[in-house]
């Protein structure tokens, strides 16, 4: 095993079927995150979404997808040679993953790509302990979605951030009061089709939590892109809080604590989760 993963895999507690595959997905971002550094992937677009928030902010649930906004609309990105820089990063670390874009259904802004790989193979190469490995089906896969929105909203801020491993590179990241900003658009504005998603709402209370503001402007940007708000109608706090307010009073609290638990070590942290607990904090967010 290669001694910059093994050093890596010290930062986990490793006892369980789920510690070896949130291990082996969180490295795997991370080999990813280099690649593209590698093809100069940061100049064209920055990062951003729970992933970011997980490895630069410190936010404490595990989070799937590695999602990226180019810096400006570019309908013609090509995002294929970045995806091959990522491909032969992870395989030079000795791990056995594809990395495929993923053919458009429909037309849509987002370009999406998936890195794919079968469980057992990949635990198998971090040395992972015979029981753990047979414990998984044969055929499993591990899968991670990453997505570039090649059409992004003005507005947007970014700052650059350093990771230390496997070695020193820099990545273009979404400033904290933009990260708030998109994800109170997500809290807004996502469809919800069968299910809300809690992570939306847990990281609502992350950012609260850390006295992060929401920089409105931006997340009036990207509301009138998604056709959820009029460039002549005014955004402020009172209107934002009513908006949450309305909302809040249409999600189920216990579908939202059910939804966010696999991602979560400490599930204690949804004890006090209620209609009345999240009226209540809502009243503390701050905008710039």
């Known amino acids: 095993m290669n001694r910059a993963i093994a050093n890596l895999?010290?930062?986990?507690?490793?006892?369980?079927?789920?510690?070896?595959?949130i291990a082996i997905k969180e490295i795997i971002h991370q080999l990813a995150l280099l690649g593209l550094w590698r093809s100069r992937f940061y100049e064209h677009a920055s990062f951003y979404g729970g992933t970011a928030l997980?490895?630069?902010?410190?936010?404490?649930?595990?989070?799937?997808?590695?999602?990226?906004s180019l810096l400006k609309k570019n309908d013609d990105f090509d995002i294929i040679p970045?995806?091959?820089?990522?491909?032969?990063e992870i395989e030079s670390y000795g791990f056995?993953?594809?990395?495929?874009?993923?053919?458009?259904?429909?037309d849509s802004q987002i370009e999406s790509a998936f890195i794919k790989g079968n469980t057992r193979i990949n635990l198998l190469c971090i040395n992972a302990q015979d029981n753990i490995v047979k414990g998984f089906d044969s055929d499993r896969k591990i899968k991670i979605k990453l997505e570039i929105d090649t059409d992004p909203p003005g507005g947007s801020e970014h700052e650059v951030k350093?990771?230390?491993?496997?070695?020193?590179?820099?990545?273009?990241v979404f400033t904290r009061p933009n990260l708030f900003a998109g994800k109170m658009h997500a809290v807004l504005c996502r469809q919800w089709k069968s299910r809300v998603k809690g992570r939306d709402f847990y990281d609502l209370v992350w950012y609260i939590g850390q006295k992060i503001p929401c920089r409105i402007e931006y997340l009036k940007e990207r509301m009138i892109q998604t056709g959820h708000w009029k460039r002549e109608d005014n955004l402020d706090k009172s209107i934002l809080l009513h908006?949450?307010?309305?909302?809040?009073?249409?999600?189920?609290?216990?579908?939202?604590?059910?939804d966010v638990q696999?991602?979560?070590k400490d599930k204690q942290e949804l004890d006090l989760w209620s209609r009345?607990?999240?009226l209540d904090i809502i009243e503390s967010i701050e905008i710039i």
């Open 96 to 106: 056995k993953f594809s990395v495929e874009k993923r053919d458009k259904v429909f």
């Open 82 to 88: 970045h995806l091959k820089a990522v491909e032969t």
């Open 9 to 21: 895999l010290e930062n986990y507690d490793l006892k369980t079927q789920d510690d070896y595959e």
């Open 162 to 172: 350093t990771l230390l491993y496997p070695i020193p590179f820099s990545i273009k």
């Open 54 to 68: 997980r490895i630069f902010y410190g936010l404490k649930r595990f989070s799937e997808d590695l999602d990226f």
């Open 243 to 258: 908006l949450l307010q309305e909302k809040l009073k249409a999600v189920d609290i216990e579908q939202i604590k059910k």
């Open 262 to 264: 696999p991602f979560l």
């Open 276 to 278: 009345d607990f999240f």
